[in-house]
DNA sequence: CATGAATGAGCGTTCATTCAT
DNA sequence: GATGAATGAACGCTCATTCAT
């Protein structure tokens, strides 16, 4: 397994409700129903009201499970890394192959795929967050290029690659762009090519490029 | 010259000001000026009494070069839209050949390396535009990506390049976003990578992707 | 009794507040302050700060009772034709007599003199309500016209006044002009007659003209 | 010929503008413009930019010939009430006869019919002007009714009308009232009378009331 | 005399947040 | 724990008026 620290505590979004299981099962609600509504209209133009609404409760009872608005935008931000964490990070190994690579580009892509909407919501609405919220989410961004730097570097070590040192972190960010890609351009890729589809080719020609040999 | 028709006249922005030049230079003060502003703070977290303190008139005057705050905003996209088509397009032909790409990529990652700001300003904001002016800009988003995709598809039929068709507009999609990656993440390239450095590095990973022969 | 059906629902002032009652409280409080001012300085020159200072809450609770100012100046109209509709059109009867005329004059001008700032603000300010809210005070009007015709025809029809059929739609309209001149011309009839003196002088000069006979 | 003094040269309103011939030619165009804007749309949902437009100049020679907006609609009053010197007061007689009360109806409610639009506006925005102009207002309107006080009571002492004093003051305010009625219930009437028609009707009712003998 | 660009006080409205019930 | 009525700072936008040309 590769890197990746669980979720610093100081970081965690502050309830006035004691009872834990309440608030994890709320907080569901919660980021279900926002991310539905900041995918939709954005944050800002996004009010409270409809955020209580649309998880079912009142407004008293939301700020009863946040402080802040902002909070509920850092809840889907951490509720994605944990996913990350949990989908990606965890039994990723980096023994130096292209097989691990592309296992990993897999696992990267389909989530993004299955969580497309509430990645499109964080790259789109983190630079609302505060300093130190953004802090954090930063540094969960680069912990993901730092995965796919330390595979990559793996590889060159064992010879399979032989892209210089500058390359490999461009080539990793590269690899993060892609995933987001899917995301983002849905209203052109979708309907002409299927997750799968788009894993094979971008796979394939950043491994390869355009002109790459494919006899 | 490829493509790319000329601004429709029907999306231009209206102003109670009559004199066409003093037009032109109150909007550039103020495309510049909200450029910064929303950069910083986003869309949303600007006030229009900054954007006209910012562009040093009062806000009376903005709005007699506007009708609404929105307009800002469009003003931005439809520059930098202005200056892809006086950059990219003029000029950019299609016979066939990988220098031409390169050439075009060239063209393209300069120019959103010198208008960087606002080009991360409408990727981020250009969701909060009306309908009807965000069809007008991903109109012109995909023309970009056309742009790339004719080069691409005459490379192939002349047998340069041997992808297949489906790839093609993949591979223009993933031109674009490496240019948008350039402008998104200076945060993490800039000071490790020069445009130059980036240009070449990109373009060389895009052709022959990382285990590409180098020889 | 005679027509006037029940204030249309589809015209009610959508509010956010689910308590009706409190509905109910707040919104007298409001029409109450509102008369006060709108007679005062006029719709336009009250702002809707004012107009939530008057009522006694703020400006924010102001708007959980209404959408917009607007809103205010329809719930003074709707507010007198209710009062018209409990007070004028209840209990009144079309047997064919002058006594019939004589008392539905009476509780019209009585009415009047109540609500004669109200009615003031109405006729003087519903030119601002919206073309939808503006037909349905109309067609109330017209309602209350309708009645005097049909009190004026009753009589007509049992011989007691002999007036052409066009004289009659005519008369309707004198009564309730008579009606408003009370409350319009205050500061020239205030102080030399009483309301009571009023109806009675109206009343005769209608019936029998001013040189009608007195014997 | 009976009262009415000319105008208060204390209300007048200031032009920078010297030459009194052009003067009169602006003020004209300004007052028909104006009116038919302010009936249109009432006097504050009337822009300073559209009064000059429809007067056919610029907004800043429309402020050579007045000093604020309240000046234009002074400025209509005070037209008003120039006509109704012109038309009503010059030539009137009061010996005490019938038919002296009938033509000074009739010049009246054809004045009226005449001016309409101009009179729906000052007395549906007249509450707007300033104290000292709504005095000057109301002392012409009273000048008005005393006229018509002055023709009664003319009938009363020759013996013709055999009604009390006060009935003399509601008498004459009736009459205006009458007149202003063609003006504001258009709506109403229109299509079913005819100016004459109704002059007709409503002088014959003054007279002799609706169950007056008509033999 | 005529023009129209510039000004900024002031308006209607929104909405995150609180707190008494 | 849950509710929703109350709050008021802050926003986008308008428009009467001025004044340099």
Redesign the pocket.
Known sequence: MIGGARVDSKCEVKSS???RS??EV?REQLICGAVKLFKEKGF????????AQQAG??????????????DVLFLICDNIYNEVHRRLFTATTAQGTVEEIELAIYRYFTLIDDMSDEFVVMYQESKTLSKEALQYVLKKEMEMVALFEKLLQACVDSGTLRIGRKEVGLAAHHIIVQGQMWAFRRWALYGQYTIADYIQVQTDQFFRGVIGDRS
Do not use: Q
């Not at 800002?44 to 955020?51: A, D, F, L, Q």
């Not at 409760?57 to 902002?70: A, C, N, P, Q, V």
């Open positions: 409700v004691k009872d309440l608030i709320r800002h133009r996004t009010t409270t009201r409809e955020i409760f009142s407004i008293g009872t939301l700020y009863e499970y946040i402080r802040t608005k902002e």
